[in-house]
């Protein structure tokens, strides 16, 4: 299994201001990705977040709103841009690794856009 | 959209009683996995069921899968209190890239 760390754990922040969250893991992993889960909804997936090149987005999502960065094999960084009350989401980071399929989440970063 | 439906959407039960939540998916899968959230919080690793394997248990959960159905079910045995939380189905839909699909939950209330 992996313990993962994720910073913060909520915020309150202004319109049109960013954030970024970040995703600590306490072992190499070989996978790395952000949800997003709307207040009441399941989660979705944001992206995957590629070591050392630009992050893989699913549809609907793009890099300019949601720029992730994943500088090693254990952290990771994604920023909510100019955000909109419409973001007001919990953001999950979460692993997999070489040897387990199981996917384990971070705590998420509860965000509300004021 | 998302591939996992879930049902029931809420459950309230007594303390002691079991609780089953059902998952249906669309596409082939290698695996699906059972998640546990607490009050908006991170997700909880529950149990993983691999596409060959028909029944899994851990504790008090008992997972089925059928996949000429497209279906699994969990259930949780002489609940608690503190099994109160929202559980989420997700599959890999048959890829190998990690990423998972979630079904829309249910919510769990256990009444002591």
């Known amino acids: 299994s992996a313990v993962i760390s994720q910073k913060p754990s909520r915020d309150i922040c202004q319109r049109g201001t960013s954030l970024t969250i970040q995703c600590q893991v306490d072992?190499?992993?070989?996978?790395m990705f952000w949800y997003r889960q709307q207040p009441g909804q399941s989660l979705t997936l944001i992206a995957t977040?590629?070591?050392?090149?630009?992050?893989?987005?699913e549809s609907g999502f793009v890099i300019d709103k949601f720029p992730i960065s994943r500088p090693n094999l254990t952290f990771s960084t994604l920023t909510v841009s100019n955000m909109s009350p419409e973001d007001s989401s919990i953001y999950l980071c979460?692993?997999?690794?070489?040897?387990?399929?199981?996917?384990?989440f971070g705590q998420g970063t509860r965000l509300t856009v004021v | 959209s998302q591939q996992g439906e879930e049902d029931p959407q809420a459950l309230s039960i007594q303390e002691g009683e079991n609780a089953t939540m059902n998952c249906s998916y669309k596409?082939?899968?290698?695996?699906l996995q059972w998640y546990r959230q607490n009050s908006g919080r991170g997700l909880v690793h529950l149990i993983l069921?691999?596409?060959?394997?028909r029944e899994k248990h851990s504790g008090r959960l008992r997972v089925t899968l059928d996949t000429s159905k497209k279906s699994s079910s969990l259930l949780i045995t002489a609940s608690r209190a503190a099994d109160t939380a929202s559980y989420f189905c997700?599959?890999?839909?048959?890829?190998?890239?990690?990423?998972?699909?979630f079904g829309q939950g249910t919510t769990l209330q256990v009444k002591p």
């Open positions: 979460s692993v997999t690794g070489t040897g387990y399929n199981e996917a384990f």
């Open positions: 072992s190499q992993v070989t996978m």
């Open positions: 977040a590629n070591q050392g090149s630009e992050a893989t987005y």
């Open positions: 596409t082939s899968i290698n695996n």
């Open positions: 069921i691999r596409s060959n394997e």
């Open positions: 997700a599959t890999d839909g048959s890829s190998n890239t990690g990423k998972l699909i």
